[in-house]
């Protein structure tokens, strides 16, 4: 089953609030990650989980914070957004990490609002 | 550099018509990895094909098969007797033997009329 499970499916946030961005897999994959994707564009990398310790973080502004209480479960802190941070966000998760032969998982993604 | 280019912005066709998707990528590494995905309408990518650079067998799925030549570094996609569920995103991406980035091209957008 390559199933990555996001939540919610949609989020409309004011610019002052605090939310956040869950998402699952229990596949027994090592390395989760987020990535924001605009409209019309490809998806963008934000941070990458290997093995729960965060391993990549791609110059993302302060007010994303991800964590990673375990192995199945990723987290994006989302804090006093901007209106151009809306966007979908996607989360992946990959039998490998770092190097060799693997792919990359998506789930549904998140459709966030910052009115 | 790694850089993946999908030169076609956009295609429709009729439903049973064939479709071939190209992709060119650049690297200078010998082992690397390159991939399809598809992103219907929902959002979600669908994780269709991953190809090594040390395998330049073709490959089919169904209605689905690829051309991987490295000569001309070119990974293109090929739905035969395309259906209207295929209209969706199509994205190919490039991934080095180190590391967890995937660095995606542009992305065809793939229109199946009926």
């Known amino acids: 089953d390559t199933e990555v499970t996001q939540t919610p499916k949609h989020l409309v946030m004011g610019m002052t609030n605090k939310k956040s961005l869950k998402c699952e897999q229990h596949?027994?994959?090592?390395?989760m990650y987020w990535y924001k994707q605009k409209a019309k564009k490809p998806p963008e990398l934000m941070f990458v989980?290997?093995?729960?310790?965060?391993?990549i973080n791609e110059s993302v502004p302060s007010r994303f914070s991800p964590e990673c209480p375990n192995s199945s479960l990723l987290n994006l802190h989302l804090h006093a957004l901007q209106p151009e941070d809306s966007a979908l966000y996607l989360c992946?998760?990959?039998?490998?990490?770092?190097?060799?032969?693997?792919?990359?998982?998506f789930g549904p993604g998140t459709r966030l609002t910052v009115t | 550099a790694q850089k993946v280019t999908q030169a076609q912005t956009e295609i429709s066709v009729v439903e049973k018509e064939d479709v071939t998707l190209d992709c060119v990528y650049e690297t200078r590494d010998t082992t690397y990895y390159l991939f399809w995905y598809k992103q219907p309408p929902s959002g979600e990518l669908v994780f269709l094909i991953r190809?090594?650079?040390?395998?330049?067998q073709n490959e089919i799925s169904g209605r689905y098969s690829w051309n991987f030549q490295k000569s001309t570094s070119s990974f293109n996609f090929t739905i035969t007797a395309s259906q209207v569920v295929d209209s969706a995103v199509y994205f190919c991406?490039?991934?080095?033997?180190?590391?967890?980035?995937?660095?995606f091209g542009a992305g065809t957008i793939l229109r199946v009329k009926s």
């Open positions: 190809r090594n650079s040390f395998d330049e």
């Open positions: 992946a998760s990959s039998p490998g990490q770092g190097i060799g032969a693997y792919e990359q998982y």
């Open positions: 596949m027994g994959h090592r390395a």
């Open positions: 991406a490039l991934r080095r033997e180190y590391g967890n980035k995937l660095v």
């Open positions: 989980y290997s093995y729960e310790k965060l391993s």
